[in-house]
């Protein structure tokens, strides 16, 4: 019990520690020399008191007076320390230097054991599964609009009084602005791949702790910031096409001017914040308290993971959540449009809209709760690591008391920390986000090509130009507008009033309604 005492320094602690084994455990009593090193760095008092207990403790066999042979040192195997703490020099083991447990025989984990073993198991492969999953499903997303599709679009050689639209073969994703949804996509799927690094290693805790995996945990924690963080800037960038587009009706011509200056913000931020800062303040590599992949190194004031990340994400999450408001406000205001004498249902304008709406407002939700999350482990720091703190200090008291007593009894507990239900959320979350984005824009794609192959859109005898009033009976995607891709009704029931298009004004959407679907 007093080898771990905090009243000392830990040079003493240790060198008692080595007295204390060898006397307890050793074929011999411990060697002068060990008592010469307690000595040297222990006070007379506590000197004089440990010799006191091993005399006791040997029944007068071993003091300092009494010495043997025994030089081993008490961190090696001699010493079971108590679940779910380690032996100091383990791999996994936290760097203690500084701390008051600095010096001792046992330590805990890198990544603070403060849920149970079997928790912290099932969340390695909750991270793990929801990875691989999102990686895979994003690159299905990703291949299943980077494959020609079929589209029809308006001939403008026509010469009757009906439109016509002529069939043609395009790459979904490399049209603007569809494409700026390819490269959020690409940046997810790299940051879902970049989660999967510890199953190559074999075990997640040895990414997390074992220096000898330094390197590819810093690999790890470079590419999530990287990627993590330019897929959030490309998600506010959609949003604000959307915005400029629908709210404050630009044309697609007007908007792709700003493709350009997406590139620079979305790759040139999280550039500088990870080769002009992080790197060289090696600030990447391994948390700690609650996380479960590397990243940006955290201090008790988490002023580096807020500084070069939280921040960034709270004003994009703000930033979208305005944008979306104002989309909402302008549909809205072209619903009601519609319902005086539009052509175009309330019903219609959300079946065209809806996809694009669902994943703005799904990703404010996500981000939103990335950011409320990490603010509030902030908030609750003091009172999280205390209650850590006592129970390090109840596991080593009963732990150092039944070397004496013969009894330990487990019953130490951590009083406060996240939820666990929280706690795996926050990793679903991100790891997930390949999987929320193939929810909303992959089912719809695959079920838009079932369609079409099932009408026949993709059969080679269907190449000659078509009217409207021909094409609607098959239901498939007219596009009216070869630059905006603005897709017309597929079988028309008594809720979706869009009729076929025609060069007459009256059966044509609204411009408003027609103008609103361009960046969608």
Excluded at 114 to 133: K, R
Excluded at 399 to 416: H, K, L, P, R
Excluded at 442 to 463: F, L
Aim: glycine share 6%; proline share 3%.
């Amino acid at each position: 019990n007093r080898i771990l005492s905090t009243s000392y320094s830990s040079s003493c602690r240790s060198s008692l520690k080595d007295v204390g084994c060898n006397a307890a455990f050793a074929t011999s009593c411990p060697d002068s020399s060990l008592w010469n090193t307690a000595s040297s760095h222990c006070t007379n008092t506590m000197y004089s008191r440990y010799n006191s207990l091993v005399t006791s403790y040997s029944d007068g066999a071993c003091s300092d007076s009494i010495t043997g042979t025994s030089t081993s040192s008490g961190a090696d195997s001699w010493i079971s320390c108590p679940s779910p703490m380690i032996q100091a020099d383990g791999s996994i083991a936290a760097d203690l230097s500084g701390s008051t447990i600095n010096g001792g025989p046992c330590s805990y984990p890198c990544y603070y054991p403060i849920y149970s073993d079997t928790e912290l198991s099932d969340h390695i492969s909750l991270l793990d599964a929801f990875a691989w999953i999102s990686f895979i499903l994003s690159l299905i997303l990703i291949g299943l609009n980077l494959i020609k599709d079929v589209e029809y679009r308006l001939d403008h050689r026509s010469s009757d009084d009906l439109d016509r639209f002529s069939k043609v073969y395009v790459r979904r994703w490399l049209l603007y602005p569809e494409r700026l949804q390819l490269y959020f996509t690409g940046c997810v799927a790299m940051a879902s791949f970049t989660l999967t690094l510890g199953t190559f290693v074999g075990d997640d805790k040895k990414l997390w702790c074992d220096s000898n995996y330094k390197d590819a945990c810093k690999a790890q924690g470079s590419l999530l910031e990287f990627f993590g963080m330019a897929a959030a800037i490309w998600w506010l960038c959609i949003a604000f096409n959307a915005w400029m587009t629908i709210a404050r009706e630009r044309s697609v011509e007007e908007t792709e001017r700003y493709e350009k200056w997406y590139h620079l913000v979305a790759w040139s931020v999280p550039g500088v914040f990870l080769f002009l800062v992080l790197l060289p303040a090696d600030k990447i590599g391994f948390p700690g308290y609650s996380s479960m992949w590397c990243w940006i190194k955290s201090d008790d004031t988490g002023a580096w993971q807020f500084a070069f990340f939280y921040s960034e994400v709270g004003f994009i999450c703000v930033s979208g959540f305005l944008l979306f408001l104002h989309i909402c406000m302008k549909i809205y205001s072209l619903a009601k449009e519609s319902t005086s004498g539009g052509s175009l249902s309330k019903r219609e304008i959300l079946r065209r809209l809806g996809p694009m709406l669902l994943f703005i407002s799904l990703y404010i939700f996500l981000y939103g709760w990335m950011f409320g999350y990490r603010v509030n482990l902030q908030v609750e720091r003091t009172t999280y690591q205390d209650a850590f703190k006592s129970y390090l200090t109840c596991l080593l008291t009963q732990w150092s008391q039944s070397a004496s007593t013969g009894e330990y009894s487990d019953s130490c507990s951590v009083s406060d920390k996240p939820e666990v239900g929280t706690w795996y959320f926050q990793t679903v979350n991100l790891a997930g986000l390949g999987t929320f984005t193939f929810l909303i824009f992959g089912v719809q794609s695959i079920k838009e090509r079932i369609e079409k192959y099932r009408d026949g859109a993709y059969s080679d005898d269907d190449a000659s130009p078509k009217s409207a009033m021909e094409m609607e009976p098959s239901g498939v995607k007219v596009y009216q507008n070869s630059s905006a891709h603005v897709v017309s009704s597929t079988e028309p029931n008594q809720d979706e009033t869009l009729e076929p298009a025609k060069a007459t004004t009256n059966s044509a959407p609204t411009p408003e309604v027609e103008q609103a679907t361009v960046a969608i």
